[in-house]
């Protein structure tokens, strides 16, 4: 039966979430799920603090998938409609549009996009998400150090995404059966997020920096205010279908009061999602009691670590990725060229063998005609 892992890794200034999953047969469980405190550590500790954790629960973090998650507070999204459906272009056309749309240089932020849909008339509407090239190269780095060191001999290549892609893969493989597009507002224990989606694409996102404090002081308002922004602005830009339903996700057993408020405010349905609830874990698996105590957003994680994602954002800084992309060919000519040599060794031993053979049979026969 074969089996991989995949292992996401969030980071905030103070702690390091680590989740890893199992994979068999295109489905997947839950076997790790870890909090450690990061709080002023330099690049080195964490290096050392995720060597540390992959010993002592033996994650075996070099040979797994990983997916380092950027915070969508720390990423810039923007919506464009561009005149090209060609792939090329429309990065080219990006890179002018974002001059004067970001606070940043060109060369300082590292971009990627994913296209929301294409129409007859040949332009594109893209969102795209733009990171500080610090941040991007901070996390790569980790992912290039050890224990995760030399995973671009695996097939899959480490990867940096954001939180918002995370929201809508959990929507996506515990909603697949509503064609809703909904706000998703994911409560955390510091800040929140607040996703627009469907089953097939994410159309916005929004950090909200409020979170479970604000909530347990029903200080609702705020909430409801950012809701309604984000949603004002997503009609304004006519950027997709209709809302038809907020979904409230967080990993408390209840929001009762807050779904109540919320309720009343919104003009569409509101649901509350237990996030943690009926996820597939390993038999021995057990929730550590930090999680339980802070109840921090894993929505993303889990999003990640147990959905099918197939394309995605992906803000590793172009060298890198072609650095990767190299090390990765490298390794596969190495392997070609031992497997290569080992068959060639394999069949001069046999043309040996057959030589011998046939030059004892020729003497034995020789033998007999004297």
């Known amino acids: 039966m074969r089996q991989k892992t995949r292992t996401i890794v969030e980071m905030t200034e103070a702690q390091i979430q680590l989740m890893q999953t199992i994979w068999r047969n295109d489905e997947a469980v839950l076997a790790h799920y870890l909090i450690a405190d990061i709080k002023g550590f330099f690049e080195g500790a964490i290096a050392k603090k995720l060597i540390q954790l992959d010993k002592e629960h033996r994650l075996n973090l070099r040979n797994s998938e990983t997916i380092a998650v950027i915070p969508r507070s720390q990423v810039i999204l923007k919506y464009f409609k561009l005149p090209s459906q060609n792939t090329t272009e429309l990065k080219q056309m990006l890179d002018l549009q974002l001059a004067s749309q970001i606070p940043y240089a060109r060369e300082d932020v590292v971009v990627d996009f994913t296209v929301l849909d294409t129409d007859a008339q040949g332009y594109s509407r893209v969102l795209v998400f733009v990171s500080p090239r610090e941040t991007a190269l901070r996390l790569a780095r980790i992912l290039q150090a050890p224990p995760m060191a030399g995973q671009a001999a695996k097939a899959a290549l480490p990867r940096i995404t954001v939180s918002s892609m995370g929201i809508f893969h959990w929507y996506q493989s515990h909603c697949s059966n509503l064609t809703d597009v909904a706000v998703l507002l994911d409560i955390g224990q510091q800040n929140s997020e607040i996703c627009i989606c469907d089953s097939r694409r994410l159309w916005t996102s929004r950090p909200v920096f409020m979170g479970i404090e604000q909530v347990e002081a029903k200080q609702y308002e705020e909430f409801l205010k950012q809701i309604d922004w984000t949603v004002k602005n997503y009609e304004r830009q006519a950027m997709g ?125 020789q033998q007999q005609l004297r």
């Open 241 to 365: 279908p209709a809302v038809s339903r907020l979904i409230l996700l967080s990993c408390m057993e209840a929001m009762g009061d807050f779904h109540d408020y919320l309720s009343k405010g919104c003009a569409v349905p509101v649901d509350y999602m237990r996030t943690i609830k009926d996820v597939p874990v390993v038999k021995a698996f057990k929730w550590p009691s930090a999680f339980l105590a802070g109840n921090p957003s894993i929505t993303g994680g889990l999003g990640l670590g147990l959905g099918n994602l197939s394309g995605g954002i992906n803000l590793i800084p172009p060298e890198i990725k072609e650095a990767q992309h190299k090390q990765k060919m490298h390794l596969a000519m190495v392997r070609f060229s031992i497997v290569a040599a080992v068959a060639l060794a394999a069949l001069l031993l046999a043309f040996s063998l057959n030589s011998i053979y046939e030059g004892f049979y020729l003497k034995k026969l």
